[in-house]
């Protein structure tokens, strides 16, 4: 990654009126969230619980992998593993050029963005075709998604209705939503109908029966897999769950979590292929067997995907998704991006203000900002941090460990800082005060003024 | 080593070696006063709405509710509304023109308007999906409380398909504006009978 998150913020920011926009789309989000749990008065013995069923699940998960595949296989689905993204995307291209499928219908995966999918099977000559409205819309504009569960989030209606303007020929000028909608939906019709695959993504794996449930409100996944005989579903290792009632916990947490909603329009359970038709499984690796071994950061293999944690997140809000730089967003990618690649993805762990908040609304209960707070010392311990950053609090260390200088260098500050030219305060030196005003410098010290009032009372 | 195996190695090497346990699921939740009360709060709240037909026929209410409904398919026997068949053929594609579908539902949920649809004498899925409008019948006073009774019915000893459903399709990808009607049913009416 050339650019940090810093640097990608900045090109966010730069529209002030966007970004505070997109703050409040987020907040809109996050405050429908706090409506729906708070609605529910067991629920946070519905979180205490999902997080206790996802670490049981992780700290059994070699049985409950085989078990999931023995009743898949006994159902009549087929089961692969894939170790990492290449293999997982090798496995998909054989079974579509074995049943020589020219297009492809696709239903929202986060895990087929992170493996690259849709460019591997393009270059290979299969059309590939995003089907959840917000996932077509970023699509036609050749974007990644901007968050996990809302992905045109970063969109104006405007922008949605000029993109349909160009590749639909919608009317010139209209950003009605419904009319949008509607004309995504006679487009997607098409590609439903004459789709030789569909590929969807997996909520939840049930060990115990072998099947797996798709949650989506629009029914792409649904409409999309219903349709055509061959339907490939990846999965990650750890969307395993021990039992079917234990969906009762998720779904009651899931659609609450993510956009307020009661429950997801359609909670979909697959156990079987479509009448003549073939359902295969790709279970995926890609690095998640790495997370279990770390303790620090095992949790983060209990997320279900609800986007809660970047909907709160005052730096999401105010950054967007596409400054993170990494396939997810917000508090949960900033852990699972510096788990993958602490280097290449060094300053996400500080694209977060350690507030908790993300902690606070996780659904699983995952210690996000202590990730996050950890992931730092591993960039401070690997010498990642930057020159700069790195000697600034190098010194500032030394000088708190030394109350006398600390002492004496706050007494020179307050009477040269005020003195000096603001070329000098605000050099760039001053990363701090790079968009910010430092306060007035005080007379005395907080220390002074105690020991005189201290002094005062005597 | 294939991959299945390397998987599976790496997560013994990396599993704690003292474990969580299993919690108990089954916790303490809300049992309401009135379900079917809830139940169409809860619809209503995602766009649906829950209907209970008192003396009329489905038929003298499809009549009534749905006089533009050209082409109507049903799972349920003996529906004289009924013009085509929805299990006439093997590839489901010839479903693409139903204006409504009328399926059996077998119990509501009241806390989120959701219905369980499982028909094992429907022979294509996507009847649910494919429909521009959708009739869900359900049974009298088939209601359970919360997800939790509601996973107590559901079933998969066998193969199969079943969904939860809550209300139509629908989306806010665009601004958050709520659209109802997004690739599924435009709507979706739950029938009590």
Redesign the interface.
Known sequence: MSQGHPELAEKFIANDERMHWHDKALWFVRAKRDNASKGVAEWEDLRDCAAKIKMHTIDHLDSYLLEFEKNALAKGIHIHWAYDAQEHNEIVLKLLQEKKVQKLVKSKSMLTEECHLNPYLEAAGIEVVDTDLGERIVQFRKEPPSHIVLPAIHLKKEDVGTTFEEFLHTQKGNSDPTYLTRAARVHLREKFLNADAAMTGVNFGIAETGGFVVCTNEGNADLGAGLPKLHIASMGIEKIIPKLSDLAIFTRLLARSATGQPVTSYTSHYHAPVVGGELHVIIVDNGRSDIIKDKDFRQSLQCIRCGACINTCPVYRRSGGYSYGYTIPGPIGSTLGANRNISLYKTLPFACSLCGSCSNVCPVKIDLDQQLYKHRQTVVAQNLLGFKKHTILKVATWVMKHPKILDFSGKMARAIVPKLPRSIVYSKANLWGKQRELPPFPKQSFKEAYQAKKGDRK | M???E???A???????AI???????N????HFENKEEKFEA?LA??GGNAITLSHESIDAFVAKHYPDAKVITSTIDGLTCKNKDANEQ????FL?DVDLAIVEGEFG?A????VWV?NPKN????L???AQRLLIIVPKGALVD???E???R????????????????????????L?I?????TDACVLFV
């Open positions: 294939n991959a299945k390397k998987i599976l790496n997560i013994k090497n990396n599993v704690p474990k969580e346990p299993m919690p108990q699921t916790i303490a939740h809300v809860a709240s995602v093997d590839t489901p594609h693409e949920v806390e989120n308007g959701a499982k022979k294509h899925r996507v649910y999906f494919i919360t997800m939790h509601a996973y107590e559901v079933k998969f000893n066998t193969s199969g398909y079943g969904t939860f459903i809550s209300g139509p399709s629908k989306t806010a990808d665009i601004e958050q504006a659209v009607g997004a690739h599924g049913p």
